[in-house]
């Protein structure tokens, strides 16, 4: 079964610090892993994509990465800010469906304090 | 800059009440999708659409319907609203579109409807 497992289901930490979220899936056979961005109430937004070949993908103060082999990914956040406050939506995508399908995890909810 | 609408963003209805859910785009994607989110729990797909008059239901039951008349306008419709209905609905959309926005089959998302079934 395809599934997409996150952890922490929540963090809290202060603004300035780092922090760091995973992500393990079992998709297959697999064609990129996302990183999504939720504010509340809103709509997600892509942050990252990462292909079987990437290792490591930086956007700003965001850097995630993959490792194939084990099926994991994980998100880095530096230097946080209270604007990072959101869900983090780790999405993989499956290679074997012209449907483009999306597995979604539950989401890390991050809280940023002052 | 949002490229994909929905409207209402909240809505807060009775039961039995019948509702339509908007969703436009103006990137001329042709995939076209609706996920059902409950607080805390993953997106889960209700609808889905290729193309204009292509309809599928997705992996989550819902006795919404769904209707692709334009390529850029993709509806959601409840004729009979239930308490049980009550979450966020996500309108998104992919494709070989106009402009830069389609790399990789990425999944643009519009900001939701809240929908309230008293």
């Known amino acids: 079964k395809n599934q997409v497992e996150q952890s922490p289901q929540s963090l809290i930490i202060l603004e300035g610090k780092n922090c760091t979220l995973q992500?393990?899936?079992?998709?297959?056979?697999?064609?990129?892993l996302r990183w999504y961005k939720q504010d509340t109430g809103r709509g997600p937004v892509s942050l990252t994509i990462?292909?079987?070949?990437?290792n490591t993908k930086s956007n700003g103060r965001y850097t995630a990465t993959l490792d194939a082999d084990t099926k994991q990914s994980s998100l880095h956040i530096t230097a946080s800010q209270l604007s990072d406050s959101a869900s983090y939506i780790c999405?993989?995508?499956?290679?074997?469906?012209?449907?483009?399908?999306?597995?979604f995890g539950r989401g890390t909810q991050l809280t940023v304090w002052p | 800059e949002a490229d994909i609408y929905q409207t209402p963003r909240y809505l807060v209805i009775g039961t039995g009440k019948k509702i339509t859910l908007e969703c436009s785009q103006t990137?001329?994607?042709?995939?076209m999708y609706w996920y059902q989110q409950d607080p805390g729990m993953e997106l889960h797909l209700i609808h889905y659409?290729?193309?204009?008059?292509s309809t599928e239901k997705g992996d989550l039951s819902s006795e919404s319907t769904v209707s692709r008349i334009r390529t850029e306008h993709f509806p959601l419709t409840l004729e009979s609203a239930r308490p049980s209905h009550t979450s966020q609905y996500l309108c998104?959309?992919?494709?070989w579109g106009q402009g830069v926005r389609d790399y990789n089959n990425e999944q643009f998302f519009g900001p939701g409807t809240r929908l309230t079934v008293l």
């Open positions: 998104a959309s992919t494709g």
């Open positions: 992500c393990n899936y079992t998709v297959s056979p697999f064609s990129n």
């Open positions: 990462m292909t079987f070949s990437e």
């Open positions: 999405v993989v995508s499956d290679r074997g469906s012209t449907l483009g399908r999306l597995y």
């Open positions: 990137m001329g994607h042709d995939k």
């Open positions: 659409s290729y193309g204009v008059n």
